[in-house]
């Protein structure tokens, strides 16, 4: 694959739900610091004009001092679940209507991508002001590419998988707002840093319906650990990092997954997300 239109911009106006996605914990943090009062020293016998300096210093200091009491008035008032900033689709979204715990397998000849095993599970809240409720009910798709860097049920540049359905899959929200997947740790192609894609529906039928769309990220670190490993080592090495990858700039700080386990026997985690549903 040489060419990924997955950084392509979203290219619209974000909505106010999706907003409120963009401000969570970590952009309430960065807002804080940003607005800080700077640092630095006066000179022992200062002249009128670096006195007027000193006197607009301090009132720069003091209404910097105000907006952060005022940030740190609204972060207390966020809600305990983690809203999470909304990511591009991407061209490989298929709605492919397969309720699966267990996306690994193609369902048309039982073949099993290869890859280091990963159990991810997400966790949905509802947002309602300050205040959390799981979300039940919401329908949660995974889809990403094997260890090779290939999608499922695409026709591409680089391959032509039409009619496979590995690697994809849907499940609904238990009563605690649960939804999990058996899945393997993702490979990489050209233009991208290593990610899944995930989207969240309240009714996948419905056309005023809730739909929120985002990305999954690693640490590279252990993303090394694991692409050292076969099937991905055959690849060769990867072309882009994180820090490379216009996607993850646009705040995927905020959705790299904490993993538990090692590059071995495979990786385990749960991605919290707060919606805001009317």
């Known amino acids: 694959m040489d060419i990924d239109q997955d950084d392509l911009p979203v290219g619209r106006i974000l909505t106010r739900r999706e907003v409120l996605m963009l401000f969570g914990a970590a952009g309430t943090a960065s807002l804080l610091a940003a607005c800080a009062p700077g640092t630095g020293s006066l000179a022992a016998s200062p002249s009128p004009s670096a006195s007027a300096g000193s006197a607009a210093s301090a009132s720069s200091a003091a209404s910097a001092s105000t907006a952060a009491s005022a940030s740190a008035a609204a972060a207390a008032s966020l809600p305990s679940c983690i809203v999470r900033p909304a990511e591009t689709e991407g061209p490989y979204f298929v709605d492919e209507k397969l309720n699966r715990s267990d996306i690994r397998s193609d369902p048309g000849d039982g073949t ?46 680089g391959f032509q998988t039409k009619g496979k359905k590995f690697l994809r899959g849907y499940q609904v929200t238990d009563a605690k707002g649960l939804a999990s ?87 385990s985690t749960t991605f919290e997300v707060g919606l805001q549903v009317a």
Do not use: M
């Open 112 to 157: 099993v991508s290869a890859g280091l095993p990963l159990q991810l599970a997400f966790s949905v809240a509802r947002v309602k002001g300050s205040a959390c409720t799981a979300f039940a009910g919401a329908l949660v798709d995974v889809w990403h590419c094997d260890a090779l860097g290939v999608y499922s049920d695409v026709s591409d540049p």
């Open 181 to 267: 997947f058996t899945t393997i740790y993702p490979g990489w192609y050209q233009g991208r840093t290593v990610h899944i894609h995930f989207k969240i529906r309240s009714d996948a039928g419905a056309a005023s319906g809730l739909e929120f769309t985002s990305q999954l990220f690693f640490d590279d670190a252990v993303t090394d650990q694991v692409h050292a490993t076969a099937p991905y080592a055959q690849k060769g090495q990867r072309t882009l990092r994180n820090d490379g990858d216009g996607i993850f700039g646009n705040g995927g700080s905020q959705l790299l997954l904490q993993l538990a386990g090692d590059a071995r026997a495979g990786y």
